[in-house]
């Protein structure tokens, strides 16, 4: 009996590591998927950089309050997996686009989002935002518009001072 005790210590104290390095944890209700298409998920979240564990819920909910995510407890009832990332954004917008279509069956119960617990909503909003590398090529559009009519400008002013 000691034995598998200190197997599930274990099992805790390796889940409780895997969330405390991971920017963001999500959980979410799997049931009614098939093997296949739960099988497209995890490898639609592993290109966005992602990983989806199944992990009972006893150990699941023991590494959450063990970090001192008591709020997350009550997300580990029923058949449940957890999507682990380092990205803010990445495990959310993959569930959430999982949430529509054929695999409509997938429900976002809670997550853990840069040390904070967010509710469905907070990741509903979440998964909405562009990604980083978009965020980026927006700033420097912007960026570049603005130098672009600065000098447009700058060059009409030497022109008209050659004039004059």
Known sequence: MKESLAAKQKAVTEVAERIKNSTSVVVFKYQGLSVLEFQNLRRAMREQGGEIS???????????????????????????????????????????DATKGENAKVEIVKGIVDGDIYSFDQLKTLS????????????????????????????????KGQQA
Do not use: C, H, W
């Not at 990604?131 to 030497?158: K, P, R, W």
């Open 128 to 159: 909405q935002l562009p990604s980083y590398e978009t965020l980026l090529t927006q700033l420097a559009a912007g960026m570049i518009g603005t130098l672009s009519q600065l000098s447009i400008g700058l060059n009409m002013l030497v022109e």
């Open 54 to 96: 199944v992990i009972k819920n006893n150990i699941s909910a023991r590494a959450a309050q063990s970090l001192g995510y008591e709020g997350m407890v009550d997300a580990f009832v029923g058949p449940v997996a957890v999507a682990f990332s380092n990205d803010l954004v990445a495990p959310a917008k993959v569930l959430f």
